[in-house]
DNA sequence: AAGTGTGAAGCTGTTCACAGCA
DNA sequence: TGCTGTGAACAGCTTCACACTT
């Protein structure tokens, strides 16, 4: 989610809905594994069901980057690939910088998908003086002393924290004021940053969470469910094994008590 | 109205938006922190700061919850804390799997976020047999081909997909057969699940992307157009002869790319 | 006086359904 | 005929502003 304020004052827009930008990296996907196969033309159906989301969505995001598709046949792979790279601004080349390389840092710089996108990782970047020079992912890892230097000399405008919560909003800071405009964050804090910079935050701690909910939510139904489709893998065998949730009765108990909960 | 008496709404509705609980940890970890310097009470206006929204937003969320403050002096942080945590599920113990121990895998091995949250990593699975065995994170790791066991005797409803995309789905396809209800994906693929079954989906690439767009557009508000064109590529012959394309950022560099994309 | 809880207004995003074009 | 492109209806989320409570 992005937290830095920005963009533009609402009027004079040219805009292209935030939501529909989240998922065209969603169709570039399915589309470039299209364009693997040499299928040379896609219907908003099929390409729509590659990408996971309904036709009617996918049109109406495509009608935002123009009329790129032929009535009675669909779009063309190879040209939708290149307005998608080109509305993303993957055309061009963005270096970026690593900061943290501990094991999510580490697992970053390794990660293919960057590279294969337009992004070029400049340089790792951490903390501990004992892992400079130590190559990771074929790069050798900087000290943090450098970090100002490494941005203005690379050009860098997009920094990833992968630092412990503790350490990022400092890191942060030096990023900004090195020139870093966009920042992916994995630290499990929210930062502050100046008007104009973007955040954006991948917190694996709060996904799960989220799946606790529903997860939760399906335990304490399982008395009414009765319907299975078709398809479906069998219904699980042992799902007592946990306990089933109890019905929260939640008589609202008086005060604090049953903390159990720890920081992250 | 939610007023935290029962749980059960009648109808089967939601009954808490998704947009709030996605938010819910968020205020749980700055809760969390507030514990535990010892403050007693906050008010709307500075949780929400600490959290990162806007203090209405926050009181809304809330109300979805039952009326758990005080007017004229803001909520009991250890009461919220524990709310939160019982709505949220993290009152009970909650076993995971993580699948694909290699880079990424490790490093949601290690991350203290999950143990520390009810969440309790009860096996590490990879199929290389030359991994079994193989100490990470304190635990050994265990062959894929004992997944359906591992699952079933330890009552595991939530499973990690870290592997590469290629494995995803057949992983995915194992652990719901075997039982679990809700996934937590790391590879950048689709994952198609019968009904009932929880995807939640995280993926490094998308979110840069993401950022490169609106990166793009500083760049293009700095000065009305002039862009710096990377490195832009030739466009297909075949793609631009075939569309009208029309409007927009037409002229642009000349043509496009194509490719320099690639899998993930 | 301070600050929550919440109707109501306003936005953003999704889905429908069909006109229009190849 | 088949499928895109899109106005219009709909649904969900956010923000406003203020009545109400302590």
Redesign the pocket.
């Known amino acids: 989610m992005a937290t830095g304020r920005t963009h533009r004052p609402?009027t004079r827009s040219r805009g292209i809905?935030?939501?529909?930008v989240?998922?065209l990296p969603l169709y570039l996907r399915a589309l470039t594994a299209l364009s693997e196969r040499s299928v040379p033309?896609?219907?908003?159906?099929?390409?729509a069901t590659a990408a996971g989301?309904?036709?009617?969505?996918l049109?109406?995001?495509?009608?935002?980057l123009?009329?790129?598709?032929?009535?009675?046949?669909?779009?063309d792979v190879e040209y939708l690939v290149y307005q998608i790279s080109r509305e993303l601004g993957l055309t061009q080349d963005w270096p970026v910088v690593i900061v943290g390389i501990g094991n999510l840092g580490a697992a970053l710089a390794n990660y293919g998908g960057f590279a294969s996108r337009g992004f070029r990782v400049a340089a790792l970047i951490d903390a501990d003086p004992a892992m400079a020079g130590k190559p990771v992912a074929g790069l050798p890892v900087r000290h943090t002393d450098e970090l100002e230097s490494i941005i203005t000399d690379n050009g860098v405008s997009i920094g990833v924290i992968a630092t412990p919560a503790g350490a990022a909003q400092q890191v942060c800071d030096r990023l900004v004021a090195a020139g870093v405009t966009s920042i992916l964050n994995f630290a499990p804090t929210v930062l502050s940053v100046p008007e104009g910079v973007d955040v954006r935050k991948v917190d694996l701690s709060i996904e799960l969470q989220i799946l606790a909910f529903h997860e939760q939510r399906k335990a304490g139904e399982e008395t009414t469910s009765a319907q299975e489709p078709a398809a479906a893998v069998q219904p699980r065998s042992s799902a007592a094994a946990r306990t089933p949730a109890a019905g929260r009765a939640a008589g609202k108990g008086p005060d604090g008590d049953v903390p159990a909960v720890m920081p992250a």
């Open positions: 609402a809905p935030e939501a529909t989240a998922r033309t896609v219907s908003s159906e099929e390409l989301v309904n036709s009617a969505k049109r109406k995001d495509f009608s935002y123009g009329s790129y598709g032929t009535r009675g046949v669909g779009y």
